[in-house]
């Protein structure tokens, strides 16, 4: 673990984020495992997926 990490972590020990920063950012990893989901049972629709672009 590099020391930046550690120096984060004391920082959030000593102020914690926000009730509305924690449910902002667990709204939006369930809207991505949402999105993960869709997509791995094949309802994602094809007008929303990128064609690789094919380099020379």
Do not use: C, H, Q
């Not at 590099?2 to 009730?19: D, I």
């Not at 449910?23 to 994602?44: D, F, R, S, T, Y």
């Amino acid at each position: 673990m590099n020391p930046l990490s550690l120096l984060r972590m004391a920082k959030w020990a000593r102020k914690p984020p926000s009730e509305a920063r924690v449910k902002l950012v667990i709204a939006v990893v369930v809207l991505a495992l949402a999105i993960v989901g869709i997509e791995w049972m094949g309802w994602w629709p094809d007008w929303a997926t990128a064609e690789p672009i094919r380099r020379r």
